[in-house]
């Protein structure tokens, strides 16, 4: 089985890294994390110089190279028996991972979705759902725990843990 899991921010990385540990893969299992940079497209006037800019995009890629790699050793760790690998591509996150996808000829995707709502997915954008509507294969969005997107009620915490989409 091949799984596709696009890592975003660490912010989300922990509830994707229980759901992998939790799920009872077939043997072989190969897991692809996959970090997308968004290419910036910055009109002149919002920064000062190119080398800022390049600075900004190095230190994203650094941040992106350090989380994978922990998230690798840790699904390593845990779980020797599957097998996993990095890639860091570079574009806009949702044609990036369905095209990944395709081309890995993956049958699952596992992404988290921070849970934006209202205006905050209008400006935003939901990169899960796009992704759902777009994949060419399974996929399962994780939802953060509601206490992490500083929603609900704190005795509904425990229950809210993992929400699960299946196509």
């Not at 570079?90 to 000829?105: R, S, T």
Request: charged letters at 25%; proline letters at 4%; hydrophobic letters at 40%.
């Amino acid at each position: 089985m091949k799984v596709l899991v696009p890592v975003e921010d660490d912010f989300v990385a922990k509830s994707q890294i229980e759901f992998l540990l939790s799920y009872k893969w077939p043997a072989k299992t190969e897991i692809r994390l996959v970090h997308v940079l968004h290419t910036l497209i910055v009109e002149r006037s919002m920064v000062s110089s190119q080398v800022y800019l390049d600075k900004l995009m190095k230190e994203a890629r650094k941040y992106a190279e350090n989380l994978m790699s922990t998230i690798e050793k840790t699904l390593k760790k845990e779980s020797p028996e599957i097998m996993v690998s990095r890639e860091f591509v570079e574009g806009a996150p949702v044609e990036e991972i369905v095209n990944l996808a395709k081309k890995w000829e993956s049958d699952m995707i596992v992404l988290c979705s921070h849970g934006r709502e209202g205006l905050g997915q209008l400006i935003l954008g939901s990169v899960s759902y796009n992704v759902l509507v777009h994949s060419p294969c399974k996929v399962i969005i994780v939802g953060l725990p509601h206490h992490e997107r500083g929603q609900g009620d704190p005795s509904e915490w425990k229950d809210a843990r993992v929400q699960v989409t299946i196509t």
